[in-house]
Protein backbone atom coordinates (compact mmCIF):
# COMPACT_ATOMS: atom_id res chain seq x y z
CA UNK A 1 0.00 0.00 0.00
CA UNK A 2 1.07 3.84 -0.60
CA UNK A 3 2.46 6.06 2.20
CA UNK A 4 1.70 9.41 1.90
CA UNK A 5 3.78 12.71 3.30
CA UNK A 6 2.06 15.87 3.46
CA UNK A 7 4.10 19.17 2.51
CA UNK A 8 3.32 22.69 1.87
CA UNK A 9 1.69 23.81 4.72
CA UNK A 10 2.33 27.52 6.40
CA UNK A 11 1.26 30.75 7.69
CA UNK A 12 -0.56 33.06 5.03
CA UNK A 13 -2.44 36.67 5.83
CA UNK A 14 -6.20 35.98 4.65
CA UNK A 15 -7.00 36.55 1.07
CA UNK A 16 -3.61 34.52 0.30
CA UNK A 17 -2.81 31.58 -1.36
CA UNK A 18 -1.06 27.99 -0.47
CA UNK A 19 -0.60 24.81 -2.65
CA UNK A 20 -0.68 21.71 -0.71
CA UNK A 21 1.11 18.72 -2.01
CA UNK A 22 1.23 14.95 -0.57
CA UNK A 23 3.67 12.63 -2.02
CA UNK A 24 2.75 8.90 -2.34
CA UNK A 25 5.60 5.76 -2.15
CA UNK A 26 4.23 2.93 -4.26
CA UNK A 27 3.58 1.46 -7.98
CA UNK A 28 -0.27 1.61 -7.72
CA UNK A 29 -0.92 4.86 -6.72
CA UNK A 30 -2.85 5.75 -10.03
CA UNK A 31 -5.41 2.60 -7.92
CA UNK A 32 -6.20 4.74 -4.94
CA UNK A 33 -8.95 7.03 -4.57
CA UNK A 34 -7.63 10.47 -3.19
CA UNK A 35 -8.73 12.96 -0.34
CA UNK A 36 -7.82 16.26 1.72
CA UNK A 37 -9.29 16.46 4.87
CA UNK A 38 -8.99 18.51 7.57
CA UNK A 39 -8.89 19.15 11.63
CA UNK A 40 -8.59 21.65 14.28
CA UNK A 41 -8.38 20.71 18.29
CA UNK A 42 -11.43 19.66 19.50
CA UNK A 43 -13.55 19.09 16.20
CA UNK A 44 -13.61 16.21 14.22
CA UNK A 45 -12.22 15.55 10.81
CA UNK A 46 -13.64 17.75 8.24
CA UNK A 47 -13.64 16.63 4.55
CA UNK A 48 -12.15 18.83 1.98
CA UNK A 49 -11.90 17.73 -1.47
CA UNK A 50 -11.49 13.83 -2.97
CA UNK A 51 -10.54 13.11 -6.59
CA UNK A 52 -11.44 10.05 -8.22
CA UNK A 53 -8.01 7.45 -9.85
CA UNK A 54 -8.15 9.06 -12.59
CA UNK A 55 -8.91 12.59 -11.82
CA UNK A 56 -11.90 13.33 -13.85
CA UNK A 57 -14.08 13.04 -10.82
CA UNK A 58 -13.82 15.70 -7.88
CA UNK A 59 -15.77 16.38 -4.62
CA UNK A 60 -15.59 19.48 -2.74
CA UNK A 61 -17.03 20.54 0.69
CA UNK A 62 -18.94 23.93 0.39
CA UNK A 63 -16.85 25.72 2.62
CA UNK A 64 -14.03 25.40 -0.52
CA UNK A 65 -15.68 25.01 -3.37
CA UNK A 66 -14.74 27.81 -5.74
CA UNK A 67 -11.60 28.44 -3.92
CA UNK A 68 -10.17 25.01 -3.43
CA UNK A 69 -8.91 23.10 -6.11
CA UNK A 70 -7.51 19.11 -5.95
CA UNK A 71 -5.82 17.64 -8.90
CA UNK A 72 -3.26 14.81 -8.85
CA UNK A 73 -0.39 13.61 -11.31
CA UNK A 74 -0.46 10.08 -11.33
CA UNK A 75 3.02 9.84 -13.39
CA UNK A 76 4.80 11.68 -10.30
CA UNK A 77 2.84 9.73 -7.56
CA UNK A 78 0.75 13.22 -6.28
CA UNK A 79 -2.06 14.70 -5.29
CA UNK A 80 -2.22 19.03 -4.35
CA UNK A 81 -4.71 21.18 -3.10
CA UNK A 82 -4.23 24.80 -4.32
CA UNK A 83 -5.87 26.86 -2.12
CA UNK A 84 -6.89 30.69 -2.43
CA UNK A 85 -8.94 33.54 -0.58
CA UNK A 86 -7.74 31.40 2.41
CA UNK A 87 -9.56 32.97 5.23
CA UNK A 88 -8.50 32.58 9.15
CA UNK A 89 -11.45 29.48 8.87
CA UNK A 90 -9.40 27.36 7.08
CA UNK A 91 -7.10 27.14 9.32
CA UNK A 92 -6.44 23.36 10.46
CA UNK A 93 -4.29 20.75 10.32
CA UNK A 94 -4.61 19.31 6.80
CA UNK A 95 -4.39 15.34 5.82
CA UNK A 96 -3.85 13.55 2.61
CA UNK A 97 -5.81 10.19 2.80
CA UNK A 98 -6.25 6.99 0.19
CA UNK A 99 -8.68 4.75 -0.63
CA UNK A 100 -7.86 1.37 -2.94
CA UNK A 101 -11.66 0.51 -3.57
CA UNK A 102 -13.13 1.35 -6.63
CA UNK A 103 -15.75 3.72 -5.77
CA UNK A 104 -16.62 7.37 -6.60
CA UNK A 105 -14.40 10.13 -4.39
CA UNK A 106 -15.88 9.87 -0.34
CA UNK A 107 -16.24 12.99 1.94
CA UNK A 108 -16.15 10.29 4.88
CA UNK A 109 -13.18 10.18 6.78
CA UNK A 110 -13.56 6.85 7.72
CA UNK A 111 -13.93 4.78 4.54
CA UNK A 112 -9.90 6.03 3.68
CA UNK A 113 -7.88 3.86 5.43
CA UNK A 114 -4.39 5.17 4.65
CA UNK A 115 -3.61 8.59 5.79
CA UNK A 116 -0.38 10.99 6.07
CA UNK A 117 1.16 12.95 9.35
CA UNK A 118 -0.41 16.35 8.49
CA UNK A 119 0.56 19.73 7.59
CA UNK A 120 -0.56 22.99 9.35
CA UNK A 121 -2.10 25.58 7.36
CA UNK A 122 -2.40 28.80 9.70
CA UNK A 123 -4.22 31.98 8.17
CA UNK A 124 -3.68 35.21 10.02
CA UNK A 125 -6.48 38.16 9.84
Known amino acids: QVQLLESGGGLVQAGGSLRLSCAASGRTFSNYVLGWFRQTPGKEREFVAAISRTGGVTAYADSVRGRFTISRDNAKNMVYLQMNSLQPEDTAVYYC??????????????????WGQGTQVTVSS
Open 97 to 114: AADSRPRRPSSIPNEYPI
